[in-house]
């Protein structure tokens, strides 16, 4: 095995490791064995509650800066000597079990954790473990062993996207003493929003979905800090990195628009921030997320006017439908809302290319049991849009390769029996990939 030595000295046990879960059960996080939050929909609400919202989106004319915002914080346990572990990500994983050698373990729902150290010489391994607790890689290799850090560390991968999402999620690994969080979101120097969280113990998915989209041109980036029950600050906020900043600008030629498949996630715990879980990372040519984790096709109509004429595309892709018909939403219904999406493509000069939904697996939807598995004739509404597409002058028909010998998708390529996962989203980015190259070849004049 890889090992780090650490150099730490004595540390004391994890603040009594003690944590009440949001639903009245206690756990302890060196038990941690649960089941994580599918932080991938938005049906129950629950993952993205906010504390208190202290400043909308509307408010942004505030004029606030960063630099009038203090960084001094209190520290509850002054002589506690921890470290935060980071790692990479690992696919299809949905937790890491985090171990010493005298068997200590800890579970971690991100790729990293704060924990305390009982020496110097202390030695820590990862595993990545699936939904059923397999090791699906033993000895993961830890990136960064930080002692005593002061500030969150982000998680956001913005700079391995082409462009950032309009709709963010931002992502961090959590602090230890934490019990929520507050998020600012930056403009040049100018806090143009700012969210507190709901109530997070450590051991949970640490993300949070902005619910507006971000359309202004300007430089960005996003920080987060730690706070006690009562408010009072108990880290410094996190630094700017390349990871939580990101450049707007309009117009962008080819966007995509559609549910969580569209703004991406995965493996259940994985949100959309992280770039191997989005479709558009392995798309050759550069597309603009406009993708909504949760939207139905009414909801993505919707917001049409705002979230796509603001980029004015040349080419929109269209993913949407499996939030209708897990929903019991009927066929034709979707169809007409995606009607009504090409007419307002039609109306603004902008080709639409529809891309056929992947199917659902209600098998493993009871067993993840994080959503309402979808009726029993779901598949009839599903291959009702999916005709519909495939009648459409311009269309990706990715469907088929997600959908097993019972009309399911694969299991091998979703964990949560609804999201694709790494593998799922790269067979979707090469084909609007080959789309895209095979329409621009065909603008080239020929002799």
Partial sequence: MVRIILPVVLAIFLSAAHFVLSDGEESFLIEGNRNPRNHLTQDNGNRNEVKAKVLSVTEASSGRKISDESDNFIETNPDEIFL???????????????????????ISYTTGIEIPAESEDQVFHVSALDFDDNVLEEDVRIISAELNPTKPLTTTEFDKMSFSPIYLVYSWIPSKDADHYEIQLVKGDEIVREFMTEYHPQDDNFDFYDPDPVLEDGEYFWRVRGLTPDNKVI???????????????????????????????????????????????????????????GDTTEQILQRFDEDVLTFKPEILFIMAGVNDYRNGILGWHSVTNLKMIREKCEMNDIIPVFITPTPVNPRIMRKINFVEPPQPDWQEHMDYICDWVREQKFYIDVAEEFIDENGNLRADLAVDGLHPDAEGKEIIGKAVGDWLNNYLDSLIPKD
């Avoid at 030629?253 to 969580?260: E, H, K, L, Q, V």
Wanted: glycine content about 8%; charged content about 20%.
């Fill in 235 to 293: 880290t410094n906020w996190s630094e700017r990195s390349d990871g939580n900043s990101f450049i707007v600008r309009k117009p962008a030629r080819f966007c995509a628009i559609g549910d969580s498949i569209t703004h991406g996630g995965g493996s259940i715990s994985v949100p959309p921030s992280t770039a191997i879980y989005n479709w558009e990372t392995y798309c050759p040519l550069p597309v603009k997320n406009l993708g909504k984790s």
């Fill in 84 to 106: 935060r572990l980071t790692w990479k990500v690992v696919p299809f994983a949905v937790k890491y079990s985090v171990y010493s050698d005298d068997g200590e373990e800890f």
